[in-house]
């Protein structure tokens, strides 16, 4: 501009330039942002830049306004984002600030998770990604963009607590079990820390839950494991791992402490449960009854110590299955620890359960025959037919061992038609051989509530030519104390065919001598346990005169099993019991050994 002396201007000198690209160019930046706002208000997600200066201080020179509307805060344009421990959860903030600080020694791209709090204090996880850079001045940048991933950590937590809690108790389920376990066994090797494992099973939960209904059901579930764990204390993991079956581990415990525990959590998970009104007069509570199986680690005393160290978590968890195995064998409330002796009894049994369905087949069974004597005259009149299993690779397996399997399973009634068919076959030779009269068959009473019994026996009668005068049918005690109406009917259809009908074990039930008088037997054979105690306990010895006289009175035969010693004969002679068996006379004989021993008393 040029002035006059006066100072008036005269005139001005000047330049006009087009701009219009450069207010484009503003107008598209705005418009951008506005677009990317836009798509990250939609998204949940803000764009950032995060500096560190050469003094260590961190800043965010740039926020985009979108977090501001994440966290509930007052957006204001041109100053730099909020401090980041302001906004960042006090859980993460520290190592939030050690992954940046890294990320600047190593120059690496950052991706970090953490927690915020929200200007209305809630909780928002966020997701972090940045590139870095470094400036002229030696400034460190980030340039990232995060996003609000609460809805997915959700998401995945809750289905982190679904795959390792069970729904109904909030417990442990056995995966989780499972993780705590191997948890433990880290812990136990590095810092010399035993534990205990407890499996923890409620007995006949299944016949409970048909009776109380499923509601029920599951109270008595939340309950028993509401007990287990106030029982075991806040350091032990209780775990849910099958419907009525539970786990527990606690650390720091040996087998003495386990012990106890074990004890008081039978005894605790005992005590009524009130599934109603707790006040009124008829309701007494429900009662149940646990087993308990119990695995120690480490543990050296078993000879499998190197199996648990090698592939701790199953093995321990077998060991466990083990021990609880044996304790439901031992009855209800019962629990016991893992041994060696333990698992080779119940591997073998489980051997034999899964062998038992072939052995007939195969012809692994056979027959041996004990004597009955004659006390007076000391000859054989009868035997009885015991059964044994030649197993193929555990060898020779005696009846204790597995006629329960066999009546688990059902393969008893089998079983007990070929000792049936054998017997009769093996009589019918040895009347004409030998001159021997009787066998006696022990029945069983899963074998004797088949409704096809007779008509079984008559076709068994018709195939070896067998006469029922030649076969005694013994049926233990317990079997008959509730003798139902067509047990009975069957019991007198048989002994109107002519069968001899035996009460076997007599005295081991201790209940069914009203029902004697009304039961078509012949014969009671006195419990070995009594005569083994007769002349050690007078009341034993008072059981033996007491059924001798039953006995007479009802004018049945008698025979004593067990007999072992002269005294034991004399006693049972002297009160009138005139035949027996046991191993004073002879033990059970293979068929050569049977027949040698009959020819050479005669």
Known sequence: MTRAASGQPLHMIGTNRDITAFKEALRAREEIQDQVEGILENMNGYLFQRALSPDGNVSYPYVSESLYRMLGLPFEPGKPGPDLRQVVSPLDADRVEAAIRQSARDMTALDLEFRVRTGDDRELWISNRSSIRRLYDGTIIWDGFGTDITVEKRAAQQLFYLTYHDKLTGLRNRLGFEADLESAVTSAIENLAPFCVFFIDIVDFRAMND??????????INETARRLQTIAGADAVVARIAGDEFALLKRATDKIAATLLAERLCAVVAEPIWLGNENAASDAGYRIDVNIGIAGFPDEETSSASALLQNPVPECMKRCDIALYEAKRLGRGKFCHYSDDIDHRVRNRTLLQQSLHLALANNEFLLHYQPIFDFQSGKIIAAVAL??????????????????????????????????KTSMTQIRQWRTQIGLQKIAVNVSGVQFSQTDFVEMVENLLRETGATPDMIELELTE??????????????????????????DDFGAGYSSLKYLSKLPVDKLKIDQWFVGQMLNDSSDAAIIRTIVALGKGLNLELTAEGVETMPQRDFLLAEGCHAGQGYLFSKPLAQKDFETTIKTRK
């Open 211 to 220: 009776t109380l209904g499923m509601k029920k059901g599951d109270y008595i």
């Open 478 to 503: 317990t079997t008959l104390i509730d003798c139902s109406p067509d047990m009975l009917a069957r019991m007198n259809a048989l002994r109107g065919m002519g069968f001899t009908l035996a009460i």
């Open 387 to 420: 059964v044994r299993w030649q197993h193929p690779t555990l060898g020779f397996q005696p009846p204790d061992q597995f006629i329960p399997l066999a009546e688990e399973s059902g393969l008893i009634v089998p079983l007990g038609a070929w000792v049936l």
